[in-house]
């Protein structure tokens, strides 16, 4: 008997290692599958969401706007392709973009109601989830680059206007006279747009009082949405990527809306709403009414949809644009980039400026069938 019980226990731990081995073998398989499958790099970036009508979209506008996402996602794909981290190619990618006058950030700025170019960004690194912000600087050349500093060379993430400007310059970043960002285009549109608010300003009092009338016998509160659509450019651009290293980084960047006032703030330099990287889920970046977007903690709630409702990215990201933002009648997108880095790009405006890049793959698109 006290033999049988040796050799039982012999073949048990026999089993038991052998079953331990294979387990471990299955889970490095497994891992090296998932390796395989993940591209070993990948980068997905926007310019902006809002009305894009192709009657109005001339071709040499559209081989212009073609040219300016392609440059932009060939000069991330460069750092990526030669081993660089995800932080450098989505801030050189920035960088381009906010240099580019035909994007709503940087250079082409558009105009506060006061004639001023306030500009906002945010950056996210998905490795801890550390991040960066700054808000309405008026002569910081690269606010993409302004945030990376706050991120890396402070204690806090959001700076804004003389204090975010202060710093930028402690940092030996880039600071340009404020006439810099002016362009005749946006200049323009600010006038048009002041002419038409001074002439219907009477019957716009009158609709919001009606409004707040008919909110409050209903027992609700109005948001204001009659203001929704007094600016239909909603710029702003962004990027997303994901290095060989497996670490994803989000930024956005933008010149907000046009006659914003009292030194609005958007989505674009709030944490959460705008920007947002998690390594374990996915890194995002948002463009469209900012407001929308703040109230629904936008790119946060694509990472908890994959956490806790375990959605796929193209999932978390349809549900948020084309259901949760559409039923409350908030227009905008978003670019996102997840950890195996399949993307997505939803948005519910009539186009988006948009494009991805992997290894050998690349696609740029900016309305709903191109």
Not at 114 to 139: C, F, H, P, W, Y
Not at 251 to 259: A, C, E, K, L, V
Not at 285 to 307: K, L, P, Q, W
Not at 346 to 358: S, V
Request: charged share 25%; aromatic share 8%; proline share 2%.
């Amino acid at each position: 008997m006290k033999y049988l019980n040796l050799i039982l226990f012999i073949f048990f731990i026999s089993w038991f290692s052998c079953r331990s081995v294979n387990h471990v073998k299955s889970s490095l398989a497994t891992a090296q599958s998932a390796a395989l499958e993940r591209p070993e790099y990948a980068l997905v970036i926007h310019g902006g969401a809002g009305t894009i009508r192709k009657s109005e979209m001339s071709e040499e506008k559209y081989k212009s706007y073609y040219t300016a996402l392609d440059s932009a996602l060939i000069i991330g794909e460069q750092i990526l392709a030669k081993g660089g981290s995800s932080i450098d190619a989505i801030e050189a990618t920035i960088n381009f973009m906010e240099d580019c006058p035909l994007f709503n950030s940087g250079r082409g700025a558009v105009f506060t109601n006061e004639g001023k170019n306030e500009l906002d960004a945010s950056i996210m690194v998905g490795d801890g989830r550390r991040a960066g912000a700054v808000g309405g600087v008026t002569n910081v050349k690269h606010p993409i680059s302004a945030a990376r500093a706050v991120m890396e060379k402070s204690d806090h993430v959001l700076l804004i206007q003389k204090g975010a400007e202060k710093f930028a310059k402690d940092q030996g970043l880039e600071i340009v006279d404020p006439v810099y960002f002016k362009t005749e285009d946006n200049w323009n549109r600010l006038q048009n747009i002041l002419k038409d608010v001074k002439s219907t300003e009477s019957n716009t009092i009158e609709a919001i009082d009606s409004k707040t009338k008919d909110a409050k016998s209903k027992g609700s509160k109005s948001q204001g949405a009659v203001f929704q659509n007094v600016d239909e450019k909603f710029g702003t651009v962004g990027a997303v990527a994901l290095d060989e290293y497996g670490n994803i980084a989000a930024g956005t960047s933008t010149g907000g809306m046009t006659n914003k006032k009292w030194n609005r703030l958007g989505d674009s330099p709030i944490i959460g709403a705008g920007t947002f990287a998690d390594n374990n889920f996915c890194g995002v970046s948002c463009t469209g009414h900012g407001e929308y977007f703040i109230r629904n903690a936008v790119a946060y709630d694509m990472v908890a949809r994959m956490e806790y409702l375990k959605e796929s990215v193209g999932e978390a990201g349809e549900h948020i644009i084309r259901t949760k933002l559409k039923n409350q009648d908030a227009l905008g997108g978003l670019i996102a980039l997840d950890k195996d880095g399949n993307i997505t790009m939803p948005f519910n405006t009539e186009g988006m400026y948009r494009g991805w890049i992997k290894p050998g793959e690349k696609e740029i698109l900016m309305y709903k069938d191109n």
